[in-house]
Nanobody
Framework: QVQLVESGGGLVQAGGSLRLSCAAS????????MGWFRQALGKEREFVAG????????RYVGAVEGRFTISRDNVKKTVSLQMNSLKPDDTAVYYC???????????????????WGQGTQVTVSS
């Protein structure tokens, strides 16, 4: 069982940066692949970025490639999402998610992740 709590959201102007953090509790964090998803108003929740249990592999949706960076610290039990060059289209509630997975595969389907945080709002003004 993993409990997740996100932080770091807020209001930022277009072109600015934010860093989201997700703190996990539970003894088996390092057994879990982690993902960041987002849900804009009136839209489906979508995959943004994922990272393998070891941190050696990452995957991004095309819209954020080159602007966002996902990372993790298995000692501190945290996963972060550094978001640069933010655009108004990045406005959404961002969720941290986890799935127990010791492979090198990063899944993008929301149904693949059984553990979720409560979300943190990111608003990018133009």
């Amino acid at each position: 069982q993993v409990q997740l709590v996100e932080s770091g959201g807020g209001l930022v102007q277009a072109g600015g940066s934010l860093r989201l953090s997700c703190a996990a509790s539970g003894r088996t964090f390092s057994d879990h692949a982690m993902g960041w998803f987002r849900q804009a108003l009136g839209k489906e929740r979508e995959f943004v970025a994922g990272i393998t249990w070891s941190g050696s592999g990452t995957r991004y949706v095309g819209a954020v490639e080159g602007r966002f960076t996902i990372s993790r610290d298995n000692v501190k039990k945290t996963v972060s999402l550094q978001m640069n060059s933010l655009k108004p289209d990045d406005t959404a509630v961002y969720y941290c998610a986890a799935r127990r997975d010791l492979s090198r595969i990063i899944l993008t389907g929301r149904d693949e992740y059984p553990y979720w945080g409560q979300g943190t709002q990111v608003t990018v003004s133009s």
